[in-house]
C-alpha cells in the first residue's frame, strides 16, 4: 500500500493511496487545477487512479475531481444524497467498500459539516483485516472539528455532527490513524493544528472540542466564531441579487394585471409593435447578439463602466465612449438602413398565415385575455416563490421592499398608454427608417 498527502491551497490537504503491487488508486479532494498533478503522481507510481472521491460538495474550494476522473479513466463518487445534481458521479451509500487490489476503503457516512459528508475508513488486507486509518474529511480535523453554518441551520447540522463523531468515528479503536481534509489556516473549522494527522486516541484526549455531552457540544460549536468563507459569500450575495431580481419581475407581472384591471388599460395600445403578427424574429436575434456583444465588451451596463472609471478605470471610459458612438451610428445615421434594414426585415414571419394575431403567448396558445391572465399569474408564482426559497421574507425585509418597488413601477410604466394621435396610425420600424419625418402619420 502506498498513501500520499498532498498540501493544497486555502490549507486543504488531499489524498492518494492505493496498492502498488496491483496499480490501483483512490484519489480524495482534489482541487481544480491540480489534476495534472495527480495524474504525474498516479504515473510516477505506476497506478491508475480507479476512484476520484469528494468527501463533501466544499464551499472553500472548486473540485477537480470530476476533471481528474475524466483524465484518468476512473469513476467520480459523491454521498448518494447528492443524487440530482447536473452530472452523474457513482452514488456512495454508507457501508458501500471501494477496493484498489489489497486496500479496500468503507464510505461512512458522517453529516455535520455538510448534510453529504462522508469519511473512508481505509484498510490495507495486505498487513490486517482493520481499517489502519481513516480519512475524515471536514467532519473531524486535528484539533477541531469542521464548522456548521454554511446551510444556515447550525444547530441542526451541530447535533447531526456530534452524533457523526462520536457515533461513527470516536467508537473506532484508539490506534486508528484520522487524516483530516485541511489543516491550520483553513475556514472550515476552529482550533484546527498544524499536524496533519493524528490518532483517535489523541484526539478523544487532547481535542477541546470533543465534548462528550451532546447539548454541551451543540452549544460549544455554535458559538465559535469562524472566519467568512469567500467563495460562499459571493455565492449568496449573487444569490440573493437573483431572487431579488426574480422578486421584482414577478411584482411587475402583478402589477401590470391590477393596473390593466384598475384603469381598463388595453393591452394592444402598450407595445404595439409586440403586439402584431409580424414576427420580426431576426431583428430580435441581431438585436440580442449586438446586446450580448456590447455587454460582454463592456463588463456590464453603461452605468458601472461610469463608476468604473470614476474609480480610475480608463477602459471603462473607452468602452462608453465605443458604446456611445455606436449607438449614434445607428439612430442616428444612415447605418441600420443601409447595412442591416434591407435583409434583417426580410427575416421575419406573419403569423396571420397559422391564424395568429399577436406574439404574445397566450394568443399562440388560441387563448384570449382569461389565457393571458392566467398564464401571468402562474409565472409571477412561479418566480415569486423561487425568490421567496432563496430569499426569506424574515430575514430580507429589505431586499423584498426593494423587489416590491422596483416591480411596482415597471408594471405601472408597462400599462401607460402610448396611444397614437387622433386619425393617425403607426408606421412600422423598417418602413420608418427610409421615411421623412413629416410622412410618420398617415391619415385615415
Not at 482534489?30 to 476512484?51: K, L, N, P
Not at 457540544?217 to 459571493?234: K, N, S
Not at 413601477?409 to 421615411?435: D, F, H, W
Request: proline share 4%.
Amino acid at each position: 500500500m502506498f498513501l500520499e498527502q498532498v498540501a493544497c491551497a486555502k490549507s486543504s490537504l488531499a489524498y492518494l493511496f492505493g496498492c502498488a503491487g496491483l496499480g490501483l488508486a483512490i484519489a480524495v479532494d482534489v482541487h481544480a487545477g491540480d489534476e495534472a498533478a495527480f495524474i504525474t503522481m498516479a504515473e510516477a507510481r505506476g497506478v491508475r487512479i480507479r476512484y476520484v472521491i469528494d468527501t463533501h460538495i466544499h464551499a472553500d474550494h472548486v473540485s477537480g475531481g470530476r476533471r481528474l476522473a475524466q483524465l484518468a479513466g476512473g469513476e467520480y463518487g459523491l454521498h448518494e444524497c447528492n443524487q440530482g445534481l447536473p452530472f452523474e458521479f457513482l452514488p456512495l451509500g454508507d457501508g458501500q467498500i471501494l477496493r484498489v487490489g489489497n486496500v479496500a476503503a468503507q464510505v461512512i457516512h458522517t453529516p455535520g459539516h455538510t448534510d453529504d459528508s462522508l469519511c473512508l475508513a481505509v484498510t490495507d488486507h495486505s498487513r490486517g483485516d482493520a481499517p489502519w486509518f481513516m480519512l475524515t474529511g471536514h467532519t473531524l480535523f486535528v484539533g477541531g472539528v469542521g464548522r456548521l453554518d454554511l446551510h444556515g441551520r447550525a444547530t441542526e447540522m451541530a447535533g447531526k455532527l456530534h452524533d457523526s463523531i462520536f457515533g461513527r468515528i470516536l467508537s473506532q479503536p484508539d490506534y486508528l490513524e484520522i487524516l483530516p481534509g485541511a489543516q491550520v489556516g483553513s475556514v472550515c473549522g476552529g482550533g484546527i493544528s498544524g499536524k496533519p494527522c493524528s490518532t483517535i486516541g489523541f484526539e478523544k484526549k487532547f481535542n477541546r472540542s470533543l465534548i462528550g455531552k451532546r447539548e454541551d457540544f451543540v452549544a460549544q460549536v455554535c458559538d465559535t466564531v469562524l472566519p467568512e468563507v469567500e467563495e460562499m459569500q459571493i455565492i449568496v450575495r449573487d444569490g440573493r441579487r437573483f431572487a431579488v431580481y426574480l422578486g421584482a419581475i414577478g411584482v411587475a407581472i402583478l402589477a401590470t394585471l391590477a393596473v390593466q384591471a384598475w384603469t381598463s388599460v388595453d393591452l394592444n395600445q402598450t407595445k404595439t409593435p409586440y403586439r402584431t403578427p409580424d414576427f420580426a424574429w431576426g431583428q430580435y436575434i441581431l438585436g440580442g447578439l449586438i446586446f450580448g456583444v456590447g455587454m460582454v465588451l463592456a463588463r456590464g451596463c453603461p452605468v458601472r463602466s461610469l463608476v468604473k472609471f470614476t474609480q480610475g478605470n480608463m477602459q471603462a471610459l473607452v468602452a462608453v465612449i465605443v458604446m456611445a458612438l455606436s449607438a449614434y451610428a445607428m439612430t442616428r445615421t444612415e447605418l441600420f438602413s443601409v447595412a442591416f434594414a434591407p435583409w434583417v426585415g426580410m427575416l421575419s414571419v406573419n403569423l396571420t398565415h397559422w391564424g395568429i394575431a399577436h406574439q404574445d403567448l397566450a394568443s399562440i396558445l388560441g387563448g384570449g385575455t382569461l389565457t393571458y391572465r392566467i398564464m401571468a399569474v402562474v409565472i409571477a408564482a412561479g418566480l415569486l416563490f423561487a425568490a421567496w426559497r432563496w430569499l426569506p421574507l424574515r430575514k430580507n425585509r429589505v431586499g423584498w421592499l426593494g423587489a416590491v418597488l422596483i416591480g411596482s413601477v415597471v408594471g405601472s410604466r408597462r400599462c401607460r398608454p402610448r396611444l397614437c394621435p387622433q386619425g393617425a396610425t403607426r408606421i412600422p420600424l423598417l418602413r420608418r427608417i427610409n421615411t421623412p419625418p413629416v410622412a410618420l402619420r398617415v391619415p385615415h
